[in-house]
């Protein structure tokens, strides 16, 4: 949590964690700002290859999280990355969650664990493919370090997956990525 800690942080993927393929989700509007490019070249950097996933909606949905899920699949990382807000924040959670756990109905997961006082004992498991580390390009909602996944579910209704498993390997709050925002997202994040 400082300004430049983005490198500090995320060297741990590497050095630390000996990651070898990192998945790197944000949106769209987050990549063509520039905002996702410094943290693609240094990982990439480190010797870690990338694949990306940036179609994610203003108020993200089950439905955007499940369009990512056979990618990720496919490319098999052992660590992925979101970079962006706090819709950012609960993609990257959910798709964690699914990439870890196929099978999983994200509309069981919510109406069984949407809330923290749910038996934490029955939370599928999660970790064991791929580490997650969250970048907060915004600082409003705190979901780089909160317990909760907020998505719309499958009838459009907003909904709740809590669990203290979902909270991140490495979250980072890097202040070079909020000067550089633009002054209505500055604003909106007061």
């Given amino acids: 949590f400082k300004r430049g800690s983005m490198g500090v ?18 949106d769209a509007n987050l990549y063509r700002l520039g905002a996702v490019a410094p943290v693609t070249d240094f990982i990439r ?43 950012v924040m609960n993609v990257a959670k959910a798709m964690w969650l699914l990439y870890e756990n196929p099978e999983l109905d994200l509309n069981e997961a919510a109406k069984n664990f949407g809330t923290l006082a749910a038996d934490g004992a029955d939370f599928p498991n999660v970790g064991n493919k791929a580490k997650l580390a969250l ?32 909270l991140p390997e490495i979250a980072c709050v890097d202040a070079d990525y909020s000067v550089s925002m633009p ?4 604003k909106k994040s007061g």
């Avoid at 499940?66 to 990720?72: A, C, I, Q, T």
């Avoid at 002054?183 to 500055?186: G, M, N, S, V």
């Fill in 9 to 26: 942080a995320f060297k741990e993927i590497d050095e630390v964690y000996h990651a070898k393929r990192a998945f790197i989700i944000s």
């Fill in 45 to 87: 950097g480190r010797g870690i290859m990338t694949a990306e996933f940036f179609t994610i909606d203003a108020e993200p949905t089950f439905e955007n999280v499940r369009s990512g899920l056979p990618k990720m699949l496919e490319y098999q990382p052992d660590f992925i990355i979101g970079v962006g807000g706090g819709s």
């Fill in 135 to 166: 970048l907060a390009t915004t600082t409003a909602t705190g979901a780089e370090c909160s317990p909760f996944i907020v998505l719309k579910n499958d009838a459009g209704e907003k909904c709740v997956i809590a669990s203290y498993s979902l």
């Fill in 183 to 186: 002054a209505d997202l500055t």
